[in-house]
């Protein structure tokens, strides 16, 4: 592929881009060759710096398939310009097909980022970095391996996998997709590794860097995904002794003065308010289009309108559910009138400079590992005190009361409903979705859903119809389409059935 077989140059181009917390500053080594940049622990850093710089990018798209392809958010549709009908539109009417340039974009940006922790991962096992750093970098990199293939094959299936780079362009031509029983295996190989790899801590200047409890919690929620619960609920039990809390605030976990907090297990980290490149923006894209500063607090800004919650997203949350107002507000008021359209509200935080945000992104929050936990429990032993127990204390701090009495399916649809008002626009919904059903079920899911919004849309279309095509949702469409560019580079990748 032409993004796995790229020079390495790509990845020192992606270094400037890193993120500027304290551990992530460096200094610029696009000015150095590859073959002598990997000769120390700092240079290794730099290295491993540019990779989490390289999330971000990842980041700042993935509500597109993550919340937006599901029943959780929809769209400030915007009538007058209809250029994002056949790009990120069609996550959310379900019309995505093998020309869609999003998913071009996602599968390049998931193995360029692959090609650079490979070639790291080459260099760092020969080197003379000392033994607790070179565990701690190799860690790093294994979590953030694990986590790429696990985004791909859960977005496309069957996929490329590539745990060594290329010496030759045209060995690319000969890779094809590996089964998705092979991916799990790496990643949960990796995973492993991760977790004795990685220490529990870092000093204050290493906050935001990939830890044993990272690693745990996401090798819980893959062995989760597989439905490998008693593994999931042995590994998982494993963070309840690493030092993480709940947040006695929901909101303080979304504060950007409070970010890394005892309840983060893993987030993106953004930096706003200067220029060097490394804020967030998704107030901006979330905020309703006619908006202007009424979210964003900057008159003078046309926010994209993307992200919506949706009606059925509004109503789920319970009576008296602390969360909602943090969550979402159900309108704005713009020069004195109150305007309807739902928005985001988790990442609208006042900043020092437009367009640049401080926000960063929750990847994996203790609630989640909670609630996993108690989903692997229930699923393998039954309705007991102690998976009730981790879904109540996420509910007290909500604002509402316990749970009681329940059975094992009841306990499932409750942690589900959880899990949805929880984690909610924190790019879990689709996944959830996904690993619960099975390709019919969501099929029926996802069209009672479209059915809905049809019938009663959350924003007004501008008296603009909907295509005959809109909101019809097959089962094939339980993954992604290969993207067409990648079949045309290399004949040998086959396409998802469906999409032919």
Same mark, same amino acid.
């Given at each position: ?15 400037q ?13 696009t000015r ?5 940049f990997?000769?120390n622990?700092?240079?290794?850093n ?12 990842? #980041? ?6 993550q919340?937006?392809?599901s ?11 209809? /250029?994002g ?16 340039g999003?998913?071009? #974009? ?12 490979? $070639?790291?991962l080459?260099?760092?096992?020969p ?10 970098i190799e ?9 790429h293939y696990?985004?791909?094959?859960r ?7 590539? #745990?060594?780079?290329l010496?030759?362009?045209?060995? @690319?031509?000969?890779l094809?997709? *590996? @089964? +998705? ?8 190989t ?24 990272a690693?745990?919690a996401l ?5 989760? #995904? ?7 609920s042995?590994?998982l039990?494993?963070?309840?002794? !690493? ?9 303080d ?5 409070k970010?890394?907090?005892?309840? *983060? ?6 930096? /706003?308010?200067n ?8 107030v ?6 006619l908006s +202007?500063?009424?979210?964003?607090? $900057?008159?003078?800004?046309?926010p994209?309108?993307r ?7 509004i ?5 008296g ?10 309108? $704005?008021? =713009? ?8 928005y985001i509200?988790k990442?609208?935080?006042p ?5 640049r ?9 203790y609630?989640?590992?909670l ?14 005190a ?18 009681? /009495?329940l @059975?094992?399916e009841?306990l499932? %649809? ?9 984690l909610?626009?924190?790019n879990?919904?689709?996944?959830? !979705?996904?690993?619960t059903?099975?390709?019919?079920e !969501? ?10 919004e049809?019938?009663n849309?959350t ?8 295509? %005959?095509?809109?909101?019809?949702? @097959?089962?094939?469409?339980? $993954? =992604?389409?290969i ?16 999409y032919n």
């Amino acid at each position: 592929m032409k993004k796995i077989t790229a020079s390495i140059l790509l990845s020192f181009c992606f270094i400037q881009f890193s993120c500027q917390e304290d551990f992530l500053t460096t200094t610029d080594p696009t000015r150095i060759g590859r073959d002598l940049f990997y000769q120390n622990e700092t240079q290794f850093n730099q290295a491993l710096n540019g990779i989490y710089g390289q999330l971000q990018t990842i #980041t700042n798209s993935a509500y597109i398939q993550q919340e937006f392809m599901s029943d959780n958010t929809t769209l400030d549709f915007n009538p007058l310009d209809r /250029g994002g009908a056949a790009g990120w539109e069609a996550f959310e009417f379900s019309t995505v097909n093998q020309g869609n340039g999003e998913i071009s #974009t996602l599968w390049n940006n998931h193995y360029a980022t692959m090609y650079n922790i490979n $070639y790291a991962l080459e260099k760092l096992a020969p080197s003379t970095v000392e033994a607790t750093a070179k565990a701690a970098i190799e860690g790093q990199l294994k979590f953030l391996r694990a986590y790429h293939y696990f985004n791909l094959t859960r977005y496309f299936g069957d996929v490329v996998l590539a #745990t060594k780079t290329l010496t030759n362009p045209n060995e @690319s031509f000969d890779l094809v997709r *590996s @089964s +998705q029983a092979d991916v799990y295996k790496q990643i949960e190989t990796d995973l492993a590794d991760a977790v004795k790899l990685l220490p529990a801590t870092y000093p204050a200047s290493g906050k935001g860097k990939v830890t044993k409890g990272a690693a745990i919690a996401l090798l819980g929620k893959v062995y989760l #995904t597989r439905k490998n619960y008693a593994a999931a609920s042995a590994t998982l039990k494993d963070i309840l002794s !690493l030092g993480y809390s709940l947040n006695a605030n929901y909101k303080d976990n979304f504060d950007p003065a409070k970010k890394n907090g005892p309840e *983060s297990i893993f987030e993106v980290q953004y930096q /706003g308010g200067n220029d060097l490149g490394e804020q967030s923006n998704f107030v901006y894209v979330f905020a309703p289009r006619l908006s +202007q500063g009424a979210v964003t607090g $900057y008159a003078n800004t046309t926010p994209s309108g993307r992200n919506i919650p949706t009606r059925d997203m509004i109503n789920a949350y319970e009576a008296g559910d602390l969360r909602k107002d943090i969550s979402l507000k159900t309108g $704005y008021t =713009l020069n004195g009138t109150f305007v309807g359209i739902p928005y985001i509200n988790k990442y609208a935080y006042p900043h020092t400079i437009s367009g640049r945000s401080d926000n960063n992104w929750p990847v994996l929050r203790y609630s989640d590992a909670l609630l996993m936990l108690a989903e692997s429990i229930n699923e393998s032993a039954g309705p007991t005190a102690e998976a009730l127990g981790y879904v109540n204390a996420i509910r007290k701090r909500a604002g509402l009361a316990d749970l009681a /009495g329940l @059975s094992k399916e009841g306990l499932r %649809a409750a942690i589900m409903q959880e899990r949805r008002v929880e984690l909610a626009f924190e790019n879990h919904r689709w996944f959830d !979705l996904q690993r619960t059903m099975t390709p019919a079920e !969501l099929t029926a899911f996802m069209n009672a859903h479209g059915a809905r919004e049809k019938a009663n849309p959350t924003v007004s279309r501008g008296g603009i119809a909907f295509n %005959a095509l809109d909101y019809v949702y @097959s089962d094939f469409e339980y $993954y =992604l389409p290969i993207p067409a560019p990648q079949i045309l580079i290399n004949n040998k990748l086959t396409q998802n059935p469906g999409y032919n």
